[in-house]
């Protein structure tokens, strides 16, 4: 009896949220692009504003399974960035979705080469120059999107949510954040960071998921261990770090960053790209004061990994889930990027 009340209040607040969600719904266009084996399915949102300025923003997702609008994420940032004249494309991530393939396959170079076929099929089908295209990544698109943007004249313009720059100080700060939340004792954290290293040093030899099986530690049977596939995706990945990417980012750049982010070191990532950036002037880095990784309000959503409770009260919030200084430092700064822009093509 309990599990048929949970499963019919579940119900009944899935089809509140539904509605409360329902003014964001809009227009777009369907469409397939191709990467490799994988056909995509993208969709394409036109800018509402009578004054459009001709650009187009591509989002690119972070880690997980996600679907072209993150679970109903995106929308709430779309309305603005729209409002403004700025057509979307997202897509569906492999095996998601329309999508064919599968995500955890992956390699952040085989990420980096669906978005450049993304925007090489914006450019055929709807004839944008580079200079108009923009990209907008969140947390692990941090090691694709600097790639395809350095030395790229078919990227006018970047901005980064929650980006970290190493794959392996990411995950050992996610690591002590995580133990800090459940208030681990000094004993539990120092053993769970020497196993994190171990781990890393023990990767390099796993020629195969049964050599990592074989080899798990206590702290990792504790947590159950990673999936074959998770594994893999790991595996590939582990190593990426995207200083040198940045290095080749003449494009203006905005990076915004979440003051009580759990999941990534923002005194890290500021600290690396402003010596990067020390003798240019494109890009604008900031700090937002009450904000999370993916930059909602802390008091509300600061976790690491959400649930149903957090999906809810995003719906229900809508886009005052925000951070206070989200809309206007991201309003502000496409209004100077466009008017650089107009002047630049006079």
Same mark, same amino acid.
């Given at each position: 009896?309990?599990?048929?009340?949970?499963?019919?209040?579940?119900?009944?607040?899935?089809?509140? &949220?539904?509605? +409360?969600?329902?003014?964001?719904?809009?227009?777009?266009?369907?469409?397939?692009?191709?990467?490799?084996?994988?056909?995509?399915?993208?969709?394409?949102?036109?800018?509402?504003?009578?004054?459009?300025?001709? *650009?187009?923003?591509?989002?690119?997702?972070?880690?997980?399974?996600?679907?072209?609008? &993150?679970?109903?994420?995106?929308?709430?940032?779309?309305?603005?960035?729209?409002?403004?004249?700025?057509?979307?494309?997202?897509?569906?991530?492999?095996?998601?979705?329309?999508?064919?393939?599968?995500?955890?396959?992956?390699?952040?170079?085989?990420?980096?080469?669906? @978005?450049?076929?993304?925007?090489?099929?914006?450019?055929?089908?709807?004839?944008?120059?580079?200079?108009?295209?923009?990209?907008?990544?969140?947390?692990?698109?941090?090691?694709?999107?600097? *790639?395809? &943007?350095?030395?790229?004249?078919?990227?006018?313009?970047?901005?980064?949510?929650?980006?970290?720059?190493?794959?392996?100080?990411?995950?050992?700060?996610?690591?002590?954040?995580?133990?800090?939340?459940?208030?681990?004792?000094?004993?539990?954290?120092?053993?769970?960071?020497?196993?994190?290293?171990?781990?890393?040093?023990?990767?390099?030899?796993?020629?195969?998921?049964?050599?990592?099986?074989?080899?798990?530690?206590?702290?990792?049977?504790?947590?159950?261990?990673?999936?074959?596939?998770?594994?893999?995706?790991?595996?590939?990945?582990?190593?990426?770090?995207?200083?040198?990417?940045?290095?080749? +980012?003449?494009?203006?750049?905005?990076?915004?960053?979440?003051?009580?982010?759990?999941?990534?070191?923002?005194?890290?990532?500021?600290?690396?790209?402003?010596?990067?950036?020390?003798?240019?002037?494109?890009?604008?880095?900031?700090?937002?004061?009450?904000?999370?990784?993916?930059? @909602?309000?802390?008091?509300?959503?600061?976790?690491?990994?959400?649930?149903?409770?957090?999906? @809810?009260?995003?719906?229900?919030?809508?886009?005052?889930?925000?951070?206070?200084?989200?809309?206007?430092?991201?309003?502000?700064? @496409?209004?100077?990027?466009?008017?650089?822009?107009?002047?630049?093509?006079?």
């Amino acid at each position: 009896m309990t599990s048929k009340i949970t499963a019919i209040v579940f119900g009944l607040l899935l089809s509140w &949220a539904a509605l +409360i969600y329902s003014h964001v719904v809009v227009a777009k266009t369907i469409v397939t692009f191709e990467h490799g084996d994988d056909s995509l399915a993208g969709h394409y949102l036109p800018a509402t504003s009578k004054e459009k300025n001709g *650009a187009v923003i591509l989002f690119v997702h972070g880690d997980g399974a996600l679907n072209y609008e &993150a679970e109903g994420y995106y929308p709430l940032i779309w309305e603005s960035l729209r409002q403004q004249g700025y057509s979307i494309f997202s897509w569906d991530k492999p095996g998601v979705g329309d999508s064919t393939g599968n995500w955890l396959s992956q390699s952040m170079n085989d990420r980096q080469g669906e @978005l450049r076929a993304a925007i090489r099929f914006l450019q055929r089908n709807y004839g944008y120059s580079g200079q108009q295209i923009g990209l907008l990544g969140f947390s692990q698109a941090g090691w694709v999107i600097p *790639a395809v &943007a350095a030395n790229n004249p078919n990227v006018g313009f970047v901005i980064g949510v929650g980006f970290a720059i190493d794959w392996i100080s990411q995950g050992e700060y996610h690591t002590k954040t995580r133990l800090r939340v459940q208030q681990a004792s000094a004993v539990e954290t120092a053993q769970a960071l020497k196993n994190y290293r171990q781990l890393l040093t023990n990767f390099a030899k796993y020629s195969s998921y049964a050599d990592y099986r074989q080899d798990l530690t206590d702290y990792h049977e504790t947590h159950g261990g990673l999936a074959e596939d998770r594994f893999s995706f790991v595996h590939k990945n582990y190593r990426v770090n995207a200083y040198k990417d940045y290095q080749g +980012i003449e494009q203006p750049l905005l990076i915004l960053l979440g003051e009580d982010d759990l999941n990534v070191d923002v005194k890290d990532t500021q600290r690396q790209l402003l010596e990067v950036f020390a003798e240019k002037r494109n890009m604008t880095l900031m700090i937002l004061p009450n904000a999370t990784h993916s930059l @909602l309000k802390s008091q509300y959503f600061n976790v690491q990994s959400p649930g149903l409770w957090f999906w @809810l009260k995003l719906m229900g919030m809508q886009e005052d889930a925000f951070s206070a200084k989200f809309f206007p430092v991201l309003e502000s700064w @496409l209004r100077q990027r466009a008017s650089i822009d107009v002047l630049s093509t006079e």
